[in-house]
């Protein structure tokens, strides 16, 4: 342990005594504004369901002390899964369910649903995030369990404005133990324009556990280890002639592998072969062909008119591609390494009109978008590869992953809500989506794979096709205003998601005849259509702000007559008959307790479960299943300086089969102090330096253990670390 962190745990220890069982979550009040609902801005006294507006300073107390943004989520949003720490968010979800990530109204969600949401933005860039808990109809595919919109900072008109941002991570167990951050931006504008542009980006080197030991690299989704990421963003505004007004948004990310340490699987792949011998560590000299690595591109424009024959128009349009390149995977029984790589082109456009007459508020519109993917593998040479111990992979062959498809989604929908009595606001909505796929033709990965070993001379085509598929979701939701700041919610409300085509097609039984490889039988697009799951939500709720004190609290039952389940020997996804659940009871408080001190509490409890045979309900597996989760904190501040001592806990969670994810307690205090210039950000993570497996590395452990021994994805979580930054805006 370094010397430095005994008088620091001490300090912590002392100020851990005033934080026991006090959860944290976002401040927020009846007045604040969310602009994703309904797809026009609306009050959160106006939805009936659980919103949360997370405002800037929120936000920037969190990354400012080295919390990153998918932690910070799972801190500051009740219904919202402990986050992993490396590049992916699989399994991070909302109510047991997916969530719909979005840009400034802009998708970040694919057919191909690759969880590298947050893998796609600097903190820096951030104003604030609005979240809706629970299935929505009127944002449809992907909204099964909320939607998280992620709104970035804009220019203002008048003079030129600067801010600087420079910062530092390290638990101090290495010279690479260190993350440097540093942004910088400049907005302003005229009368009638304003814009901002700004680089920010982040150089990490490595990570380390409790005990001082190098965390094991995420050979699966990747992690974020010796990882250098950019992100530029710009925005311009023109108030133009009659209100109307025009935003232009573009951003280049990039993030990717800049290391030369890889995971060392031991002489000629030990590690990996039979007894396994305990061998996995990290090693210098990795060297490959095909880096781990995110690159993003997205453009989008909007458009508001404020009359159109009485309504607001508001038009959208947009462009996003992206390129994601994986670690490479040991397929040692196969005698092959390969990493894949996966591109991905969306465009669309969203038009909505808005209108209110009387005591009634319109809101109807269309949606369209178009998506292409494709996929490939690099495959490695095998002898260079068992020779290094798997550190260097030299590129032999490209083959393909999955089955290309394009994907052509159109919808329609309509919400309307109703000023009943000055206490009772009603709302409804309906949306009609129907989607158009088309697959290509796609001779199965391993099939693939077989030839370029020269295993085979060639194999037959699993045939592609087109097919097509509608849904109509529904929504029905009543507020009752008790008194002033007081209310009740209840909401019927449905959402839907597709099974990823490129893991559901493209699968097939092969038979040799001579050196060429028959196709017997596959899942194809004729045999197998695909179709949208929808899922069902009920949901009552309360929420208060009044004064000092601000409470949501919401009880919710979703479920679907079908369910997505993995297999883990070959990674794809089925679509199951099984009946599916989710069901518990997500809430906040907080409470100021003088103009200087504050405490808060919030709790997520859930279950997920599957209907068997029998009629009964097991435990749904806990690859998939989200463990229930409590967080807290206390903090003090005055207008110089502020103080905030945070927990988060996972709970325990056990499925029908017996396995287990074990939960853990984490600790985190920030702290700011204002400068005569700047402001100054300090804070320690981890505060009590918990030993634990991060719930993607259980989760990872159990998803590829046939694969490889399980310590080769246990993915564990850093150790305390500290950070400190600076902030200067002029």
């Known amino acids: 342990m370094s010397p430095l962190r005994t008088p620091l745990m001490t300090a912590g220890f002392m100020l851990t005594s005033l934080a026991i069982a006090i959860p944290a979550q976002a401040v927020t009040t009846l007045d604040s504004t969310v602009v994703i ?3 026009a801005a609306t009050t959160i006294s106006d939805i009936p369901g659980t919103a949360w507006v997370i405002e800037s300073e929120q936000l920037h107390q969190q990354f400012r002390s080295g919390v990153t943004l998918k932690e910070a989520l799972s801190q500051l949003v009740p219904g919202m899964d402990v986050a992993s720490q490396g590049r992916t968010n699989y399994g991070q979800n909302m109510r047991g369910r997916g969530v719909l990530v979005m840009i400034d109204g802009v998708s970040l969600n694919s057919a191909r649903n690759v969880s590298r949401q947050f893998d796609s ?21 992907g909204a099964t369990g909320g939607i998280i919109n992620i709104v970035t900072k804009r220019g203002t008109s008048g003079d030129t404005r600067y801010e600087l941002e420079a910062g530092v991570r390290s638990g101090f167990e290495d010279s690479d133990d260190r ?18 542009l700004s680089l920010a980006g982040i150089d990490n080197g490595g990570s380390y556990d409790s005990d001082g030991e190098q965390v094991i690299f995420d050979i699966t989704q990747t992690d974020l280890q010796y990882n250098r990421a950019i992100d530029l963003l710009g925005s311009l505004d023109f108030n133009l002639a009659n209100g109307h007004v025009l935003r232009l948004n573009a951003q280049r990310y990039d993030s990717g592998f800049e ?22 560590e990290i090693r210098e000299g990795f060297e490959s062909d095909l880096e781990p690595r995110t690159e993003r591109t997205a453009l989008s424009a909007n458009y508001y008119v404020p009359d159109v024959f009485g309504h607001q128009l508001n038009l959208q349009t947009y462009f996003r591609e992206e390129k994601l390149n994986f670690h490479p995977f040991p397929y040692v029984s196969r005698n092959y390494f390969s990493a894949s790589e996966q591109d991905t082109t969306q465009a669309g456009f969203k038009a909505v009109l808005s209108r209110s007459v009387g005591d009634f508020a319109f809101n109807y519109g269309v949606d369209y978008e178009r998506e292409k993917f494709e996929a490939d593998q ?8 068992v020779n290094s111990g798997g550190l260097i992979l030299d590129s032999t062959a490209t083959v393909g992953r999955y089955p290309s498809f394009t994907t052509d989604g159109i919808a329609a929908f309509a919400q309307a809500d109703w000023r009943a009595t000055d206490r009772l606001l009603l709302t409804a909505g309906v949306r009609q989506q129907r989607y158009y796929l088309e697959v290509g033709d796609f001779v199965d990965a391993n099939e693939q794979v077989r030839q370029a070993l020269g295993l085979s001379s ?52 092969y038979v040799t005849n001579g050196t060429y490889r028959e196709l017997q039988e596959s ?53 199951d008959d099984d009946k599916r659940r989710n069901y518990g009871l997500e809430g906040q408080l907080n409470y100021r307790l003088s103009d200087a001190w504050q405490v808060g509490t919030s ?44 927990s988060i806990t996972s709970l325990d969670l056990e499925d029908e089969a017996g396995n287990e994810l074990d939960g853990y307690t984490t600790l985190d205090l920030l702290t700011r102090h204002q400068l005569p210039v700047g402001e100054l950000n300090f804070g320690i993570q981890n505060l009590l330096n918990r030993d634990y497996t991060t719930v993607w590395g259980q989760r990872s452990q159990l998803f590829y253990s046939s694969y490889a021994p399980a310590n080769t994805f246990d993915y564990r979580g850093r150790g305390t670390t500290y950070s400190v930054s600076y902030n200067v805006a002029f």
């Open 603 to 646: 709790a997520h409890y859930t279950r997920a479960e599957l209907e068997n045979d029998d009629g009964d309900w097991d435990k749904q597996a806990v690859t998939l299943a989200s463990p229930s989760k409590v967080s807290a904190y206390i903090g003090w501040e005055n207008a110089q300086n502020g103080v905030r001592l945070q």
């Open 37 to 39: 609902g309904g797809r």
């Open 179 to 196: 993350d440097i951050h540093a942004g910088a931006a400049v907005s302003g504008g005229g009368e009638s324009w304003a814009g901002r």
């Open 121 to 141: 933005i600097d903190p820096f860039n951030i104003e604030r995030i609005e979240v809706l808990s629970g299935a929505n109809a009127i944002y449809g595919g």
């Open 458 to 509: 060639g194999a037959d085509a699993i045939p592609g096709g087109e097919n097509d598929y509608d849904t109509t979701l529904v929504n029905l939701g009543a507020v009752f205003t008790l008194q002033p700041g007081n209310q009740l919610w209840a909401n019927v409300s449905q959402g839907y998601e597709i099974p990823d085509p490129g893991k559901y097609y493209g699968r097939g039984v």
């Open 523 to 575: 899942i194809n697009v004729d045999e197998e259509p695909l179709k949208a799951i929808k899922s069902n939500q009920v949901e009552l709720g309360w929420r208060m702000f009044r004064g000092n004190f601000d409470a949501q609290v919401a009880a919710y039952y979703l479920w679907s007559d079908e369910s997505l389940s993995y297999n883990s020997s070959n990674l794809a996804v089925q679509v």
């Open 378 to 385: 690099t495959l490695f040479d095998f002898p260079t590869a």
């Open 259 to 280: 290391g030369d340490k890889g995971v060392y699987f031991g002489p000629n792949l030990a590690a990996l072969q039979p007894p396994f011998p305990d061998v996995v």
